[in-house]
């Protein structure tokens, strides 16, 4: 597909670099690589070199290692990556295209329009290009110069993207280019068949969906004359890159702790600190940005779930706790909580929700009935208790999938069930309640009875934004 961008970039402004944004060096080359599906060490050696891919999901470094190289000449840019992959013989075996795919985005100035290739390990390509004037994605075949292979361990591509099919000669014109790589390992949008999990990963932190173009990194052209920096290893217990003799590497740890790592004649190298959120890194020759990113890694909930399932076994006989309709209740995981107040805002005639979450400690706690009355407020107006509804929430198990969740596989709750005439909770089980008010459109409604009339083992009362509204749970 041959499309011009809109307007000229000859004369395009210098955009600056925000602090956020990430940043790419890509070198020239003098010696154009051969296209045949086979990394060469000699062919990439004036490459830039990346690794390090994070996963879209929030949760760390991917598992599978990728190693993407880039560089170019007045006619091409050039890509190459190695997939590592211990299982290649089940490489794109479902009917999706793009279960193993390295994926790779340009951007124009002042995030215009997108190029976007895909790169499938059994050697299928498509493109798409989405245009900033009408936000379509046309998809066509892609005549270009790539080869794929596939060996034991890995899989490698190999591609030249002539500049001008693609408009790219706006590169040797202007600033503002921006450039993102991806890495697709799945099956069926879910796991390999031989269990591992899906991972949609990226250089760049960017969650969610890939194009996110304000997030890509800004990609700068460098002549070629110096060294190309090249990130030889990064994972979670380390990283080392090379680059000129001169340049400076600074390291940030948690946002708030910066060191300047050794320089031992272009080669810096250093252990990432256990237990760190996020790390940053900014290497610098003189004024120039040679190459910036941030990694963002997960808590260990391990301890902090342990924690909780202490004091939750602390608890004799039943908890009850209220919280908002936006916190999702793990039936599975460990729950503890005390309050007894939710405050809801609604005009007439909407819908509010929470959650109450029984919950029992280190007994098995049977016969639990719940009961509610009206709501009353201050004055002794009533809405009454027709306008709740109350449900069982159960759960549904998702499968693995790569983009982003809040725990990955697992049971999520979603069904919404009647509440049984009475429950039971085996010790640190956890069952949450779903409460749904519709708020009549005359809420003053009657006068209250007295709410001090319902006998009760245990009752909870709920002030709800000067109504309260008295829920019995007993046993």
């Not at 408009?167 to 799945?186: E, I, M, P, Q, V």
């Not at 080392?240 to 600074?250: D, F, N, P």
């Amino acid at each position: 597909m041959k499309k011009k961008i809109t307007g000229a970039l000859l004369g395009l402004a210098m955009l600056s670099v925000s602090a956020e944004s990430p940043v790419l060096t890509m070198p020239e080359t003098l010696i154009p690589p051969v296209i045949d599906g086979k990394v060469n060490a000699e062919e990439w050696h004036d490459a830039l070199e990346i690794t390090g891919l994070q996963l879209s999901t929030g949760q760390g470094l991917a598992k599978e290692n990728t190693r993407i190289f880039l560089k170019y000449d007045k006619e091409h840019l050039y890509i190459a990556a190695i997939a590592a992959d211990s299982n290649t013989k089940i490489l794109n075996r479902s009917k999706y295209d793009y279960d193993d795919c390295v994926e790779f985005f340009i951007m124009t100035p002042f995030n215009q329009n997108i190029y976007h290739w895909l790169f499938y390990s059994r050697g299928k390509a498509t493109f798409n290009f989405v245009d900033s004037e009408y936000g379509g994605m046309l998809r066509s075949p892609v005549d270009i110069q790539y080869r794929t292979t596939v060996n034991s361990d890995n899989w490698m591509l190999e591609a030249a993207l002539p500049a001008a099919a693609y408009d790219l000669s706006g590169f040797f014109r202007s600033s503002g280019w921006k450039a993102s790589c991806h890495r697709t390992f799945n099956h069926d949008m879910t796991s390999k068949e031989d269990g591992r999990a899906p991972e949609f990963s990226s250089f760049a932190p960017i969650l969610g969906q890939f194009q996110k173009p304000l997030e890509f990194p800004e990609l700068k052209l460098k002549e070629h004359s110096g060294t190309p920096v090249k990130m030889r290893k990064f994972n979670m217990d380390g990283f080392e890159l090379t680059a000129s003799a001169s340049a400076e590497l600074r390291m940030t740890v948690n946002d708030n702790e910066t060191t300047t790592v050794s320089n031992r004649n272009g080669i810096f190298s250093a252990s990432i600190p256990k237990g760190i959120r996020s790390l940053e890194l900014l290497l610098t020759d003189g004024t120039d940005v040679l190459l910036k990113n941030r990694w963002n890694f997960p808590e260990n909930l391990a301890s902090r779930y342990k924690a909780l399932r202490e004091k939750q076994m602390q608890v004799n006989g039943l908890g009850v706790s209220a919280t908002g309709s936006f916190e999702r209740v793990f039936a599975d995981l460990p729950y503890y909580g005390e309050s007894c107040e939710i405050k809801l805002e609604a005009a007439r005639n909407e819908f509010e929700n929470f959650q109450l979450v029984l919950f029992a400690g280190k007994e098995h706690v049977k016969n639990i009935t719940l009961k509610v009355s009206a709501l009353c407020n201050a004055r002794g107006n009533e809405i009454s208790a027709e306008a709740f509804r109350v449900y069982k929430e159960g759960s549904a198990h998702a499968l693995p999938v790569g983009y982003p969740t809040v725990r990955g596989a697992g049971d999520y709750p979603d069904p919404l069930y009647p509440v049984p005439e009475k429950m039971e909770l085996n010790p640190g089980e956890v069952q949450p309640l779903w409460f749904s008010l519709k708020v009549p459109y005359r809420s003053r409604g009657r006068r209250c009875p007295d709410a001090n009339r319902l006998p009760s083992q245990q009752r909870r009362q709920l002030p709800l934004g000067g109504w309260t509204r008295r829920v019995e749970v007993a046993r």
